[in-house]
């Protein structure tokens, strides 16, 4: 790119690309891992939302498309998919009962700590020899950009 077209051959362009790669790459091994589980990786991370929040592992929705990447209509269709299949729940509110909140089911959480265990050791071979320093220095630097990026 440097050669060819030196105004954009720049560390952010550098970065932008790579960001670019990493990203379909890690998604291609992720969907890749999850598909013998019947899993998307969208659902995965919803499901991997709900069972992280604190037990009875219950969010609202308004909650969980703060988290995700969804629109209304895309998070309604996934959600109408991991309900049918029993892997989240909608109790009654305890509020005013016009939003019901968003439940792991034993089924859902026990589908999503099997997943987590595929896509962790899917990790490790994404990661090779990374050790601890390196990762938690570009889990901060990446974190810091999504922050960034997500706040317009």
């Known amino acids: 790119m440097r050669q060819h077209w030196p105004e954009v051959a720049d560390t952010r ?26 899993l998307t990786s969208t659902e995965f991370e919803l499901l991997s939302i709900l069972r992280a929040s ?23 269709k996934v959600l109408k998919t991991l309900e049918a299949r029993g892997l989240i729940a ?18 859902g959480i026990r589908l999503t700590e099997q997943a987590m265990a595929v896509v962790r050791k899917a990790e490790a071979v994404w990661l090779g020899e990374a050790g601890e320093g390196e990762t938690a220095v570009l889990a901060e ?12």
């Open 13 to 38: 362009m550098a970065l932008t690309m790579s960001v670019f790669r990493l990203a379909r790459l890690l998604e291609d091994s992720a969907r890749r891992a999850l598909e013998p589980l019947g």
């Open 54 to 76: 604190p037990p009875p592992h219950c969010i609202t929705p308004s909650e969980l498309r703060a988290a995700v990447l969804l629109s209304s209509g895309g998070l309604t």
């Open 90 to 107: 909608r109790p009654p509110s305890a509020g005013d009962g016009r939003s019901r909140p968003l439940q792991a089911t034993a089924a």
């Open 141 to 152: 630097g990446l974190g810091r950009l999504a922050a960034r990026v997500e706040g317009g």
